[in-house]
């Protein structure tokens, strides 16, 4: 990453990590700022980040190759193929210094790019959103725990025009040079990101004749429980294969060997002619950017689907994704947070998770609040949604 403080680095950084362990890459964030906050236990002032402070040099560097070794670990010792180095990076000479250990060290034979490095640079000129990412962001982190709003705004402004000082922007000349299918999957990913106020609500379909019969996939009619407007549910979720309207019983007795098999791997397994978890996270990308792109949105989907979702908000893992509670007759409210852990919970208490704030709401509440109305065909739809800028996005295609 490259950029001034306030530009939304850490957020981009972040992001685009849980995309692509989400997609199956692994990834990992090596935040410069965690190492330097590790190496200087006391943050004094913005006098730190002056650059004729020769001493805070000495130990911001430090803090960067400590984080570049943890780096070279990640990509060869762990597994990783991608590591996002999140840190202002915003000199030549900085930039240098990573391309020199990226080269020294041969990344490109580990990494799952052709190119060892690839630089994002995240510019904003307008003074309102800068002002309105510090007092969102930048006055909640560790390093002014103890300071007034009015105190941490001061010291941060005054952080940033030490970096002003010695800032080198990416040289144009040098720019867009994308160079295989990955980098352009991050590209698309990032234009279509945004870091307006929103909250994401998910919701399963109504509860069906199947769901009471323990039967998987198939078209059933709803219960007589929700309200019915169309007789059938008419889009399907991950499909089943030769095990379409069974019950997990009835596959256990017919084919042993791939309920075996299932219970081994649930995420990558797939039902003979049917599709498995990985598939379906392939499947559903197109609608994650679009979901990326919304303010307010509901999101309407049967089980697997929601699972995959979630795995992708909340950041949870592969072997996470197929046992996430996902209870019927219940809407889970996600909205973003900047720092660490945040939960607010209503029974069933819903998991934990990582830069999310989350709330389980009931029906009958939602309904009051956002007039949204029930529909056979995906069991709920929102008809009358009128929260302003709000929309809906149906999952199942």
């Known amino acids: 990453m490259v950029g001034l403080p306030a530009r939304g680095k850490t957020y981009i950084s972040k992001k685009l990590t849980r995309y692509l362990n989400w997609i199956g890459v692994p990834t990992k964030v090596f935040n410069v700022g965690e190492y330097r906050r590790e190496a200087v236990k006391q943050y004094s002032s913005y006098n730190f980040f002056r650059p004729d402070n020769e001493e805070a040099m000495k130990v911001r560097k430090q803090c960067a190759l400590a984080a570049l070794r943890d780096v070279k670990s990640y990509l060869t010792k762990e597994g990783g193929q991608i590591a996002v180095f999140d ?14 250990f990226a ?22 000129d307008d003074p309102t959103v800068v002002a309105s990412n510090i007092m969102e962001v930048k006055i909640s982190s560790p390093d002014y725990k103890d300071c007034n709003s009015a105190e941490a705004m001061d010291d941060f402004m005054k952080r940033i025009n030490c970096y ?43 509860e069906s004749e199947h769901n009471l019969q323990g039967k998987i996939g ?29 019950t997990y019983e009835e596959i256990k007795d017919t084919y042993p060997e791939e309920y075996a098999l299932r219970e081994q791997d649930k995420y990558y397994y797939r039902y003979p002619t049917g599709e498995s978890y990985q598939d379906l996270v392939q499947r559903l990308e197109p609608v994650i950017m679009e979901l990326e792109r919304q303010e307010n949105v509901l999101v309407i989907c049967h089980q697997a689907v929601l699972r995959c979702l979630l795995a992708y908000f ?21 909205t973003p947070v900047a720092y660490g852990e945040c939960g ?8 934990s998770l990582v830069g999310w704030r989350t709330v389980l709401l009931f029906l009958p509440r939602l309904l009051c ?27 199942e295609r």
Not at 87 to 100: D, F, K, P, V
Request: charged share 25%.
């Open 369 to 395: 609040e956002h007039r949204v109305c029930l529909s056979g065909c995906l069991g709920m739809i929102g008809q009358g949604v009128r929260k302003e800028r709000s929309s809906l996005v149906l999952a």
């Open 314 to 334: 909340l950041d949870k893992s592969a072997e996470e994704m197929p046992y996430l509670k996902c209870p019927l007759h219940a809407v889970l409210k996600l």
């Open 218 to 246: 198939g078209d059933s009619g709803l219960s007589g429980r929700p309200w019915q407007v169309f007789p059938r549910v008419t889009f399907g979720c991950s499909r089943q294969g030769v095990c379409e309207e069974m």
């Open 103 to 124: 080269k020294e060290n041969d990344f490109k034979r580990f990494c799952l790019a052709s190119s060892q490095v690839f630089f994002i640079e995240s510019v904003c």
């Open 164 to 206: 002003e000082a010695s800032y080198q922007p990416l040289d144009p000349d040098k720019c867009d040079r994308v160079q295989d299918h990955i980098q352009s999957r991050i590209v698309y990913y990032l234009m279509n990101i945004h870091v307006q106020p929103r909250t994401i609500y998910l919701c399963r379909h109504g």
């Open 344 to 351: 607010d919970a209503a029974p069933p208490r819903p998991v």
């Open 87 to 100: 840190a202002t990076n915003t000199t030549r000479e900085r930039r240098h210094m990573i391309l020199h």
